[in-house]
C-alpha cells in the first residue's frame, strides 16, 4: 500500500512518498520514491524528500526467494527518448541491474492523458528488457477534483510484451503468475476513443459523488459541445439524474431546439424550456437609463449569455443539482466565454478538449465502434446518438441573427494545431513564424490567449485529459503586460 511516511525529522520537507508491505496483521515501509516530480499538476516536492536508493524487497514463496524491485510512479519514467524529457536524477532501474531482480513493480497515481497508456506501455516494456524480468504495473483507479486516474494496469513479460492488461477508467481485479507456463489472456486495449470517454464519465461521477451531487444540471443547446456533455453526464450519472434546460432567445433557430429536444429524447433527460426574450427586454429597461441608450453589441450579446447562467445557477441552488459548464478548450483559450454566463458551473467536463477533439469524439460516438462501449455505460447502442444535424452545423453562440463563430475566430481546424503549438508545446511565436505559421495570425491567437487568463482563474474546474490543462498546472499571471 502507498503511504506518507514522517521521517521523524524537524526538516522539512519531512515525509517520504513510501509503499508499505502488509503481512500477518503487520506493516513495515519497503520502498520510497526517488524521482519527486514538480512540473504540470505535482508538487510532490513541496511535500516530499527523496529517496536515496531503490528498493529491494526478497519474499520467500513456496520455497524460492523472490528478489522484487520496487519503484513509484516517476521512478519509471526515466527514458529520455521515449518521453522527450526526463526529470534530473537518479535513474531507479539502472540501479537494479546488478542486484538480479526477478520482477519489477511500479505501483503508480499516474492521471489519464490522451495517448499515455501507451507510452506506459512502451517504458514498461523497456525497463522489462533493460531488466531482464517481467514488470507489473498498477494504476490508481478514480476521479480526484481535475484529475482522473484511469487505472489500466498491466503487465509486461521480460521480452516487453504485453500479457495481462486491465480495464481502462474501471476497478477491477486481475490474477496474474510469473510462474504460470501461460501467462492469462489480458483485455484488449481500448481505442483513443473509447479511453477519452471512460475518463470523462469517471471524472463527472466521481467529482458529483465525492461533492455530494447525485443529480446534475446543463443548458442544452442544440449545439455539439453542451450535446456531447449530456451524453457524458448521462452515462456518468444515469438519464434521470440530469435535467437540461433548454433556453432559447430570439435569436435562436428552431433547428437548434428540434435538435437539441430530440437528443434529451435519445438519452432519456428531462427538459424543461425557459425562454429568455422577456428577460431580455426587463434588462434593456432597466440599463438603457444607466447606459444612455439600450445595450448593444457584445454587451447585449454577454447579457443573453448571463441571463442563461442565473436560470441555470438558479435551478442547481434551489434542487441541489451540480451545474456542468459545457464550454470546450479553444474558448476557453482565446476567451471565447462569458464569465458569469455560459462559464457558470461546478465542473467544466470538456474544457480540456479543443473544438476539433470534440467533433471527433461525437463522430466517434455515433459510429458502429462505438456500440459496446455506449451498452457498457448505459447509453443507447444503435442508432446515431449526438446526431448527424448536431455534428454537421456550424458553430455557433446564436447571440445575433446569422452569428457563425468564424465571425470572431479562425476556423477551428487552423485554430486548434495554433493552440496546441501554444498551449501544449509552449512554443514562442518566434518559433512558430519560423515553421512558416502566418505572422499576424499566430501573433493574433496569442494575444487573444493572454487576455483571457482573467476568465480562465474564475472558471469551474476543469477535468485534465491533455499535456497541459488551464487548471492548477497552468499557472500563468493575469497581469502580463
Sequence with gaps: MGLAEDSGERRRPSLHNALALVQSGRWRVVARKQLLPSYDVFDERRYFRPASETSLLELERDGRLWRLGLTICEDLWVEEELQGHRLAGPDPVAALLPRRVDLLLNLSASPFGQAKLALRHRLAARAAKRLSCPVVYVNQVGGNDELVFDGASFVVDAAGRICHQLSCCREEVGLWSAAAASPPAGGSVPSDDEQLLRALVLGVRDYARKCGFEQALLGLSGGIDSALVAVIAAAALGPQQVRALLMPSPWSSAGSLSDAGALAERLGIPTHTLPIATLMTAYDGVLTPALGQAPAGLTAENLQSRIRGTLLMAVANQQGRLLLSTGNKSELAVGYCTLYGDMNGGLAVIGDLYKTRVFELCAWLDSAAAAACRRDLGLPEAGELIGRAIRTKPPSAELRPDQRDSDSLPDYAVLDPLLVALVEEQRSVEEMVAAGC????????????????????????????????????????????
Excluded: C, N, Y
Design 438 to 481: 502566418d505572422a499576424g495570425l499566430v501573433e493574433g491567437v496569442m494575444r487573444l490567449l493572454r487576455r483571457a487568463e482573467f476568465k480562465r482563474r474564475q472558471a469551474a474546474p476543469v477535468l485534465k485529459l491533455t499535456s497541459r490543462a488551464f487548471g492548477s498546472g497552468w499557472r500563468m499571471p493575469i497581469a502580463a503586460a
